[in-house]
């Protein structure tokens, strides 16, 4: 009998927040579908150093504690509000978000200018396990803050320690939510460990990630649907690339409405709609791709067929 994986609950929860978005969101002024996610790299450091991470390499991924620039966040804060964004934005992307001190001046910036936004961190949880992390999650709740996703790459025994702070702070399912990152790949479906777009070698009892020899043969979603922006402004074409290969502009230059539906993203788009990943850094990438975001492909399909 085949044994039952373990399913990743924001699968469908994350596609059918995109979905929703969809349905409300305006077009750019140029009519191009608009983004539904908005990832944020907030600062250039995390605690820990991952085997299965491109940051167990010191020299390649130095901590770099700054954090995105206030006065380019609030350009990007009135680039939003003028398509009405209500989508998500989350804390996430290459770095410890809780490193930042003041995460929760940036929430209470997003929550005053956009009022329907939904602010997620995804966090490892280390520093909330800290003597002050209690408070300074409270803070951040105060501030705006919708849900904290907590990854837990240990072990079981970690479960027990968050389950406490969750009580602790009476948080409902959808405000904490921890995720089994330690599950191997034949225990889970949708939150397995990938290579990063080729930025990670690994090779154990579990897992072996490499770059690939061949790019799969099948289109990827992730540049239809969600943007990365870096600590340092720099716009990616996917929260994948950590060697930030296939940089499509930076904050301090463009905004983001004119980065989104640039030359460089929409040729990266026609190529992935017809399953061409024969280019950097989607050739050497084994990311699925294809488990959120199907409506906004499909809205870009629409868009650039005309």
């Not at 949708?190 to 579990?206: F, P």
């Not at 460089?264 to 989607?282: A, G, M, Q």
Request: glycine residues 6%.
């Amino acid at each position: 009998m085949k044994k039952k994986l373990f399913t990743d609950i924001n699968i469908k929860r994350i596609d059918d927040f995109l979905d929703k978005h969809l349905e409300t969101a305006k077009n750019l002024r140029d009519g191009a579908p608009p983004f539904s996610s908005v990832e944020i790299s907030i600062n250039g450091a995390c605690n820990r150093r991952c085997f299965f991470c491109p940051r167990v390499d010191k020299e390649g991924y130095p901590n770099i504690l700054s954090s995105l620039n206030m006065k380019v966040f609030d350009e990007l804060l009135s680039d939003l509000d003028s398509i009405n964004y209500q989508g998500r934005i989350a804390f996430s992307g290459f770095c410890e978000p809780l490193l930042s001190k003041n995460l929760d001046k940036y929430i209470l910036k997003i929550k005053k200018k956009l009022t329907k936004t939904t602010v997620e961190v995804v966090s490892n949880g280390d520093p909330l396990l800290a003597k002050n992390g209690k408070e300074r999650l409270t803070n951040l709740y105060k501030a705006g803050l919708d849900t904290i996703k907590i990854s837990l790459y240990d072990g079981p025994h970690q479960i027990a320690l968050f389950d406490n702070i969750k009580k602790d702070l009476n948080l409902s399912e959808e405000q904490y939510i921890v995720r089994k990152r330690y599950l191997g790949p034949d225990e889970s479906f949708g939150i397995t460990i990938s290579n990063r777009a080729g930025s990670v070698t690994l090779k154990n009892e579990e897992f072996e990630l490499k770059a690939l020899k061949e790019p799969l043969k099948q289109p990827c979603y992730y540049p239809f649907y969600k943007i990365l922006i870096d600590h340092d402004g720099d716009v990616l074409m996917c929260s994948n690339d950590w060697k930030k290969e296939k940089t499509m502009g930076n904050l301090s230059n463009d905004s983001l409405l004119t980065i989104w539906s640039n030359d460089k993203f929409i040729d990266l788009r026609k190529k992935l709609l017809n399953s061409d990943r024969n280019h950097k850094p989607c050739n050497v990438c084994d990311v699925n791709g294809i488990l959120n975001g199907k409506k906004s492909f499909e809205k870009w399909k629409n868009y650039l067929s005309k």
